[in-house]
């Protein structure tokens, strides 16, 4: 198998960021006892209420990600949406009974805009990139390791558009001209451990307008119950949508779709007509003279059912299933960075263009700085790769010295050219496993 994790980092020349993933296979659980979803019950029935329907009700995510419920019930006409917590969790619900979904669980991600802000992903997923300005022309990169690639201003800014997210597949490229890249597909079919999907790609200008900012990256959700799970209504992991250009002039360019997130439901017995989706996000529409990225839809995300009795019969995206698997697993490898240029990365990183800077650096630093890593159940020798993404422009990516220590606890270190402003930086290894 190949194991894999991530982590990263904002960072400028005044300041950097970090954001942690883990992705390896597992061997689905071959008894078919009882399957118990480890809940201790103690925060209750979970049963959101709100009128006059349809209506939404946001719940706050704890900092762990994970809520243990007794029971799971979301009525008909109510969408439940979870509000990202600082480290960016995916959303664990964990139930002692069953879960009926009649209304819908979402944790979609946010389309893009107004005007050039980037859409945010959901729960566990990642930004897309910002459009683009006279200031800077050409657009961001969307973040994950799937992240689009931005669009890039040259004679004619539309031969150069943005990229989709990518997550369980590639995201769509431009039809014509020269396309930027489009984001890679990552992670498991297991969804062990959970992560989202990716950010779209931002668009380019030439000379004036605004290009539009890449769509957010579809999240991520467990829902594991010692009962059974019912989806008569919706469970959305799906990508937000690219934005369209603003006082568009000279092929100022829409933003890209981004990808699907992860849906991975695990009880008993899973049943329903309802309607489960992790689809990737649109591309920004065309106003009337915006350069479109054509096909730079999001890529889509990954659903994993697990279940003895799998009955569901209703819209589903393309998915994969097994019999119930672990909730938690122990010894997952991490990677993470522990300092930039000798400033602390803090202990929970926000990994997000957002205000304030994970870490600021000094204005007089000077290029290029060091990146710390550790890393914890990853073979000793194993390369990581460390990816500057900047709010406008094109990612770039460097190999560390190889880690050294031990499998249980390891250090390495990369140097990396921070431009000016907020960059994101991420570190991810990849290595075959026993």
Do not use: W
């Not at 597909?185 to 990716?198: A, D, E, F, M, N």
């Not at 659903?303 to 909730?327: D, H, M, Y």
């Amino acid at each position: 198998m190949v194991k894999s994790s991530s982590y990263s980092s904002r960072a400028r020349s005044s300041g950097a960021a970090l954001v942690l993933s883990t992705v390896l296979g597992l061997a689905p659980h071959a008894a078919l006892a009882a399957f118990s979803s480890g809940s201790t019950g103690a925060d209750g029935a979970f049963n959101p209420t709100c009128s006059p329907t349809p209506c939404t009700v946001e719940t706050a995510l704890p900092a762990s990600g994970v809520f243990n419920f007794t029971t799971v019930n979301i009525p008909s006409g109510v969408t439940a949406t979870f509000s990202r917590n600082a480290s960016n969790t995916p959303v664990t619900i964990l139930a002692t009974g069953d879960v009926n979904v009649l209304g819908t669980i979402a944790v979609s991600g946010l389309n893009a805009g107004p005007s050039t802000l980037a859409g945010r992903g959901g729960p566990g997923g990642f930004d897309g990139g910002a459009g683009s300005s006279v200031v800077s022309p050409s657009g961001g990169t969307g973040l994950g390791p799937g992240g689009g690639g931005g669009g890039v201003a040259s004679a004619n800014a539309g031969n150069q558009r943005p990229g989709g997210g990518g997550f369980g597949s590639i995201g769509g490229t431009a039809i014509g001209g020269t396309p930027s890249p489009a984001g890679s597909s990552y992670g498991v079919p297991t969804l062990i451990p959970l992560i989202g999907g990716s950010g779209g790609g931002g668009g380019a200008i030439n000379a004036c307008g605004e290009g539009g900012g890449g769509g957010g990256g579809g999240g991520a959700i467990l829902v594991a119950s010692s009962g059974t799970i019912t989806v008569t209504g919706t469970i959305a992991a799906n990508g937000g949508a690219g934005s369209p250009c603003v006082n568009n002039c000279n092929n100022a360019q829409t933003g890209a779709g981004g990808s699907g997130g992860g849906i991975r439901l695990v009880a008993d017995a899973i049943t329903g007509v309802g309607t489960i989706s992790a689809a990737g996000g649109a591309v920004g529409t065309d106003t009337g003279g915006c350069n479109p990225a054509n096909n730079a839809v999001g890529g889509l995300g990954r659903i994993r059912l697990e279940g003895v009795n799998l009955t569901f019969a209703g819209t589903l995206g393309p998915a994969n299933s097994g019999f119930p698997g672990p909730v938690n697993v122990a010894n997952f490898p991490m990677v993470g960075i522990v300092s930039v240029n000798g400033v602390a990365a803090p202990a929970v990183p926000r990994g997000s263009f957002d205000a304030p800077a994970d870490v600021t650096l000094s204005p007089v630093a000077t290029n290029p700085v060091t990146v710390s890593l550790q890393a914890s159940n990853v073979p000793v020798g194993t390369l990581i790769a460390v990816t500057l993404t900047p709010e406008t422009g094109a990612a770039t990516t460097v190999n560390s010295t190889p880690l050294s220590g031990s499998a249980a606890s390891s250090t390495a270190t990369a140097t990396v050219n921070l431009p000016t402003g907020i960059s994101v930086v991420s570190a991810a290894a990849t290595f075959a496993g026993p």
